[in-house]
T-cell receptor, first 114, second 107 residues
């Protein structure tokens, strides 16, 4: 039973490029969450998705950031026109239906913008 | 608004000494409180949740609604307890995390 899988583990992008981060939840989990961790900061909630629906995107910047969780395939966090301030670790978590506090985390994607 | 405060960035204790990792929260409703732990080179994982009232790896945490606290305690620290600990709250939004406390247990 594989846990939450994130790829890539490390991603380097030049300013202005696009970054695509992928997350495959635990099998059977229909809820996916994305968090961002900046240096010396805790995990900041970004977005909560269920299959084909965005439930809560209150933590997501209004511009350049988008997320999806299609019916088939992994959840994708997309950052367009990256800037240096986007450099961070991005974590994905999934939970079973009805147990939103029981989050299983991936190992994260470390994005570096040069 | 939901907020979790962990006042200590780093806590160092000697092996065998008691440990208390502090967590205070702010939420107007009835929250669910959790402790998550990240050992070196491992992913973040759930340690315990207040509704289960269980002891995991010798750790316990009691929800004190009067003081809005959910401190994590262990009577005798072990070297393998060295890790990053995050307190988390779930109210009417997904989990909100504190900034974490790094526990270092010295032999």
């Amino acid at each position: 039973n594989a846990g939450v899988m994130q790829n890539p583990r490390h991603l380097v992008r030049r300013r202005g490029q696009e970054a695509r981060l992928r997350c495959s939840p635990v099998k059977g989990h229909s809820h996916v969450y994305w968090y961002r961790q900046l240096p010396e900061e805790g995990l900041k909630f970004m977005v909560y998705l269920q299959k084909e629906n965005i439930i809560d995107e209150s933590g997501m910047p209004k511009e350049r950031f988008s997320a999806e969780f299609p019916k088939e395939g992994p959840s994708i966090l997309r950052i367009q026109q990256v800037v240096r301030g986007d450099s961070a670790a991005y974590f994905c978590a999934s939970s079973p239906p009805g147990q939103a506090g029981l989050a299983f985390f991936g190992q994260g994607t470390r994005l570096t913008v040069v | 608004a939901q907020r979790v405060t962990q006042p200590e960035k780093l806590l160092s204790v000697f092996k065998g000494a008691p440990v208390e990792l502090k967590c205070n929260y702010s939420y107007s409703g009835s929250p669910e409180l959790f402790w998550y732990v990240q050992y070196s080179r491992q992913r973040l994982q759930l340690l315990l949740r207040h509704i289960s009232r269980e002891s995991i790896k010798g750790f316990t945490a009691d929800l004190n609604k009067g003081e809005t606290s959910f401190h994590l305690k262990k009577p005798f620290a072990q070297e393998e307890d060295s890790a990053m600990y995050y307190c988390a709250l779930r109210g009417n939004t997904p989990l909100v995390f504190g900034k974490g406390t790094r526990l270092s247990v010295i032999a």
